[in-house]
């Protein structure tokens, strides 16, 4: 068996595809933790879970699943879920109406980043690594948050977009291989919109 020595990194490489809605949000800045809760679940993560879809879960649990289907998502290399987790199709349309891009292209996007990262992790913890997450805390953002996205973001679709919750999460993410495992810490924020919820900003080695 290799070394089981947790190194506390920040993987900073880990999939940078959401930069193309953060450059949008940039004016918005990152809101104050509001509410601390303990979720202290662990999930490895093996197999998609449902998406999270309104009046069937609650934030908690709904914050749960979203994660878990994003490190679904990068572990059965699947550029086209990433997508989905990333923004509402509406915003999506107008992307790629204003900028020129084609679904294709932002998912083949997605598809590299999922690649580069697990090539780096299989360099580092072996070529069996696997990802498990703990979120650890949580936290609302401010209704500034939700009206400023609402005003910026929202309103720039053909169907108004409306943001009705965000939460910051301190998610612990482990990297665990024959070879070595790798811990960070990473502060994603979670954005209910329109009764569904979305990865915001991954939050990449920002705890």
């Known amino acids: 068996m290799g070394k089981d020595n947790k190194n506390k990194k920040s993987n900073k490489t880990l999939l940078t595809g959401i930069a193309l809605i953060a450059a949008a949000l940039i004016i918005i800045g990152i809101g104050l933790f509001m509410i601390l809760r303990d979720n202290k679940r662990d999930e490895n993560v093996v197999t998609p879970g449902k998406f999270a879809v309104?009046?069937?879960?609650?934030?908690?649990?709904?914050?749960q699943n979203l994660m878990s289907e994003y490190?679904?998502?990068?572990m059965g290399e699947d550029g086209k879920a990433l997508y989905k987790l990333m923004a509402p199709p509406e915003y999506w349309s107008y992307y790629m109406n204003v900028y020129s891009k084609t679904e294709e292209e932002i998912i083949k996007t997605y598809k590299d980043a999922i690649?580069?990262?697990?090539t780096e992790w299989k360099a580092k913890c072996g070529d069996d690594a696997k990802v498990s997450f703990q979120i650890t805390a949580s936290g609302e953002e401010p209704e500034e948050f939700l009206k400023n996205w609402n005003d910026n973001v929202g309103s720039l679709c053909d169907e108004q977009l409306?943001?009705?919750e965000a939460l910051k999460l301190n998610v612990t993410q482990t990297v665990k291989g024959q070879k070595d495992s790798i811990e960070s810490n990473n502060s994603p924020i979670l954005i209910k919109v329109?009764?569904?919820?979305?990865?915001l900003n991954e939050g990449i080695g920002e705890n």
Request: charged share 20%; proline share 0%; net charge negative.
């Open 162 to 164: 409306t943001a009705e």
């Open 54 to 63: 309104i009046g069937e879960e609650d934030s908690a649990t709904a914050c």
């Open 71 to 74: 490190y679904s998502a990068i």
């Open 194 to 199: 329109n009764g569904h919820w979305y990865i």
């Open 115 to 118: 690649n580069n990262t697990k």
